[in-house]
């Protein structure tokens, strides 16, 4: 399964088996570097590349024992070439603010900057990553074009030329996980949910008849606290289920400047009132039949935040992503009675308004990789991201972080002994690949992000109606959209 990088000498390679039982033991630590030790004196055939806590913590195991580094290697990488973590805090915001600031000042290292695939586009048109295009082998461009998910590969290309300038390093999908044993001790089937999933009415009332039975805590636990994942993932997902949009339809994520605002739809709306009813029950700006199922403190947690309860066993459901999966499914947790599936739905696509949504969704969130234009080691840089294109590195980062590869064909050849719980999820991957809904990723998404997630947030917690806070952001929206078109022409 494993491909040899055009242009680098063979080497003796391992089995996958192989190198990652030298490497397992270890894999959870990582070798960390900051800026200011690397920016001086680092060692000949360093490359340094950002990345939080959790890639740090498999990129090394200490000395040359390591697990990405390992299989970087094995895939072709010349051996004198090693990576070094920047890190950087997992806050998706800051870590933009982290890269424009090296990146506006010109500052090397960092070689490699890991860009958020909702952040990329607007570094690529600031002209502040080098055109892949140009640089990778033909074979590498031509593997990546053929085999990467699309969607993702979107978030990394310029949005006029259509050159490659980042390299996905994983996709991610959301997912709704939950309890298979604890459902249908309330009675309800779920044989079909994987791949078909349920009304959120059917949902909603099965979670809490299982959490009332079980004597949980929680029912639904999912992310709406006022950050980047809120407005880029958790809502995109529900607004989307409802046939609701924030530009009109799948087909304006792209382009910013001259499309219409919908987000002050009453689908959209709609979205928000199921979310409230899930809060709070009955009350004026909520929905008839969608019962109280979540926690208000969902209003400030996060994704670890909102996983605790579940993987301790006190939640019916929790809306993740594919580390989730990774975690709570092995057998030493709830192996086959996790059920994952991607969002239920309210609206189907037929009866959906827009173009691209209604039915069930799943968002697409991920990271990319961008060779910095000032990097003083573009050719060992490029190297590297040319060995991440590797189908055994790809392998080596689902199995020991969780992170789907970005050509997804390697989840349904691969068994749950290789990489773990994901893989006996495949067909779920696929839907969720195959009903994908990326974040408007343009330039001016960084901005109206921030305007999305304060009000909804604001709406979900019942400072603001559903209504008022839509037709509010609808207005910000249309001055920033505004605002390209006059700077245009």
């Not at 090397?108 to 640089?135: A, C, K, Y």
């Not at 998910?149 to 939950?178: K, M, N, Q, S, V």
């Amino acid at each position: 399964m494993g491909r040899d990088i055009a242009g680098r000498r063979d080497r003796p390679r391992l089995g996958r088996r192989s190198l990652l039982k030298t490497t397992a033991a270890s894999a959870a630590v990582g070798s960390i570097a900051v800026t200011g030790c690397l920016a001086r004196g680092r060692k000949p055939g360093t490359v340094v590349m950002t990345a939080a806590s959790d890639i740090a913590g498999i990129m090394h195991s200490g000395g040359d024992k390591s697990s990405i580094q390992k299989a970087l290697w094995e895939a072709g990488l010349d051996e004198d070439i090693r990576v070094e973590i920047q890190t950087v805090v997992s806050d998706s915001a800051t870590r933009m603010q982290t890269a424009q600031s090296a990146l506006e000042a010109g500052r090397s290292p960092p070689d490699i900057h890991m860009m958020d695939s909702g952040w990329t586009v607007p570094f690529i048109l600031r002209e502040q990553t080098v055109n892949l295009s140009d640089q990778f082998p033909n074979d590498v461009l031509e593997y990546v074009n053929n085999n990467y998910l699309g969607a993702i590969l979107e978030t990394a290309r310029h949005p006029e030329t259509g050159d490659l300038h980042a390299l996905p390093l994983f996709p991610d999908l959301g997912f709704t996980l939950y309890r298979k044993d604890l459902i249908a001790d309330a009675g309800y089937d779920t044989g079909g949910w994987g791949t078909d999933p349920p009304s959120w009415e059917e949902f909603s009332t099965a979670v809490r008849d299982a959490r009332d039975q079980a004597n949980l805590g929680y029912g639904y636990t999912t992310q709406a606290n006022a950050y980047e994942g809120l407005s880029c993932c958790t809502f995109n997902e529900v607004m989307t289920s409802w046939g609701g949009a924030y530009y009109g339809g799948a087909n304006n994520l792209f382009t910013a400047g001259e499309r219409p605002i919908t987000v002050d739809g009453e689908r959209a709306i709609d979205a928000i009132r199921m979310m409230r009813s899930f809060i709070e029950g009955e009350s004026e700006n909520t929905l008839d039949g969608y019962p109280q199922i979540s926690p208000s403190a969902i209003v400030q947690w996060t994704e670890q935040e909102s996983l605790s309860p579940f993987s301790a066993g006190n939640a019916v459901s929790n809306r993740n992503w594919s580390y989730a999966i990774a975690e709570t499914g092995t057998e030493e947790a709830f192996g086959e009675d996790l059920g994952v599936m991607t969002t239920p739905s309210a609206v189907s696509e037929q009866e959906a308004e827009y173009q691209g949504v209604g039915g069930t969704a799943s968002a697409l969130g991920g990271w990319n990789l961008a060779v910095s234009p000032f990097s003083e080691r573009t050719e060992e840089a490029l190297q590297v991201l040319e060995a991440f294109a590797n189908e055994e590195v790809m392998l080596t980062i689902f199995e020991l972080g969780g992170f789907l590869p970005p050509n997804l064909d390697l989840v349904a050849e691969a068994s749950t002994d290789e990489v773990g719980p994901v893989a006996r999820y495949g067909d779920v991957v696929q839907s969720a690949s195959e009903n994908a809904i990326p974040r408007p990723a343009t330039d001016l998404w960084p901005e109206q992000s921030a305007l999305i997630y304060q009000a909804v947030n604001s709406a979900y917690r019942g400072e603001q109606s559903p209504t008022s806070a839509m037709n509010d952001l609808a207005t910000e929206l249309k001055q920033s959209e505004a605002e390209v078109q006059t700077n245009d022409n």
